[in-house]
């Protein structure tokens, strides 16, 4: 929750791998495509989630770079 306060890709929901179960997902239509993204490429809480996320069924896609790779492209973060 930290890191994701510090700064985080605008209208991005911070959804912890750790709390990724069925029951959570009832929250969203089984149609909605979930990006997921870590603070950089040394971290593999979004592979973590991803995989999650596909053994549940769920489209999934990772966003390569995280949150380095969305600032390497110019674009802007929240609560920086």
């Known amino acids: 929750q930290e890191t994701y306060s510090r700064r985080h890709i605008p209208n991005a929901i911070h959804l912890p791998h750790k709390i990724i179960t069925h029951e959570k997902m009832m929250e969203w239509p089984e149609s909605v495509m979930f990006v997921v ?27 390569i770079g995280g949150i380095t790779g969305w600032e390497d492209e110019g674009f802007t973060l929240i609560g920086k």
């Open 37 to 63: 993204y870590c603070a950089g490429p040394h971290c593999n809480g979004a592979d973590q989630a991803a995989l999650k996320l596909a053994k549940l069924g769920r489209p999934v896609k990772i966003m």
